[in-house]
């Protein structure tokens, strides 16, 4: 006995065609697409007046970072990390990370996504949560040795102990990534026994990349070489990587990376506000790389908000290339979703036969979402993640009619708010 969803819009295939259909889900795949499915089911959802779409994919963030939204803004990214964040999570503990995770993944799935890449610390607090909760994860330690072996040391007992966590929890839903902070942080030497693990155990790696003009300048005086071929140069590139930001890179790196298949993730939000720069978007998509989408962390952003994540991939292109065709908005949807799946080699971001059931419902009933002329072009352009009324993540309903069914959402705001005032 599965779901019925029934006489909903639904955003079908790679194409994203929109076409009037029930879709029947069975165990976590969906089974059957099509008008009038005579079909028994545990679970029938009416959608009439909404749209059904694929989960939306945040492929870059720092869920427990909720803890800190609003606690500093308007200032250098350096300075931001250094003179607030960094004192701020020196007195996080797991406890605060298990809660900070809790409220950021509820966030996440009120909003659509129904899978996420997070880099953090104690990260077995948010597999918990994950497990608990019911989204789709990629989780990984964020390591920095800062060149200093002992830390370095340090950082790897970290990662494997990670590693053998998710391993041990054998979950279909929550998957180990390498998690190395960015080139700027990280010793060569700790970067060649990344990719050397990652080759071992066939796990993927997720990095920070040349979001800001500084670091890229720290690391041509370092090692007299931009960040994409400082790795490049270590053997550290490949189709496994997931790279968060690419905003300056030279048309060198473009070629490098577009070379050695690496994903590339927009975070838009959080590179405004900033003042980080502009993806050149037009020369990566002209490469062939594959551009996924993400939140980057609500300290940064200020919100998990997948669906104005993509309003804004979508704007801040056009007006800085003065080009009104420039990141359309099936393009950007397409990253929301496809882009991300592909980066994570995960069989979803797409609804048809066969695909996972990671599926969300907007509610179109709506007057900001009327009248229904163009679909895509509403949710890119006219919704947010508070339109999204349904959230099914590996064929399992973890959201209906707004209500996370798997969670105490009064209790995680309350708790949340009791940690921030105490670190206070």
Not at 279 to 301: F, Q, V
Not at 321 to 347: H, W, Y
Request: with cysteine; aromatic share 6%; charged share 25%.
């Amino acid at each position: 006995m599965g779901i019925l969803i029934k006489n909903g819009r639904v955003i079908y295939g790679e194409n994203l065609d929109i076409i009037n259909a029930d879709i029947y889900i069975e165990g976590n795949r969906i089974a059957k697409v099509g008008k009038g499915l005579k079909l028994s089911a545990e679970y029938v959802i009416d959608a009439n007046g909404k749209v059904i779409s694929p989960g939306f994919i945040n492929a870059h963030t720092h869920s427990p970072m909720v803890l800190l939204r609003g606690l500093a803004d308007d200032l250098p990214l350096m300075e931001w990390l250094r003179n607030y964040v960094w004192p701020v999570e020196k007195k996080l503990t797991s406890k605060h990370i298990y809660w900070g995770a809790l409220l950021g993944i509820l966030e996440m799935i009120k909003g659509g996504t129904t899978t996420f890449v997070d880099m953090y610390f104690h990260m077995k607090e948010v597999a918990k949560v994950v497990e608990k909760i019911g989204i789709r994860a990629y989780l990984s330690y964020g390591m920095v040795d800062l060149g200093d072996e002992e830390k370095r040391n340090v950082e790897i007992k970290e990662t494997l102990g990670l590693l053998e966590f998710i391993n041990k929890l054998d979950s279909p839903r929550i998957e180990f990534l390498f998690g190395p902070h960015a080139p700027y942080t990280c010793s060569p030497e700790l970067l060649k026994w990344v990719r050397e693990k990652a080759n071992e155990t066939g796990k993927m790696i997720t990095i920070h990349l040349n979001e800001t003009k500084s670091e890229v300048q720290d690391i041509k005086e370092k090692h007299g070489m931009t960040p994409v071929e400082f790795l490049d140069e270590l053997g550290f590139l490949g189709d496994d990587i997931i790279a968060a930001h690419g905003v300056w890179l030279t048309d060198k790196e473009i070629e490098i990376l577009a070379k050695r298949r690496v994903t590339i993730v927009h975070n838009p939000a959080s590179n405004m506000k900033l003042s980080s720069g502009v993806m050149p978007i037009e020369k990566l998509l002209k490469a062939g790389i594959n551009i996924a989408l993400g939140t980057d962390g609500a300290a940064s952003n200020n919100n998990l908000d997948m669906v104005e994540e993509m309003k804004l991939a979508a704007l801040v292109h056009k007006v800085h290339t003065l080009n009104p065709t420039i990141t359309d908005a099936e393009s950007v949807f397409k990253m929301a979703a496809q882009n991300g799946a592909r980066a994570l080699r995960l069989n979803a971001g797409v609804i048809k036969e066969g695909a996972l059931a990671d599926v969300v419902i907007f509610d179109f009933n709506k007057p900001h979402l009327r009248p229904i002329t163009n679909v895509i072009s509403h949710i890119v352009y006219s919704a947010n993640g508070n339109d999204v009324e349904t959230t099914i993540v590996d064929g399992k309903i973890v959201m209906l009619d707004q209500e996370v069914l798997t969670v105490d959402e009064e209790k995680a705001l309350d708790k949340v708010q009791k940690i921030v005032d105490e670190l206070r």
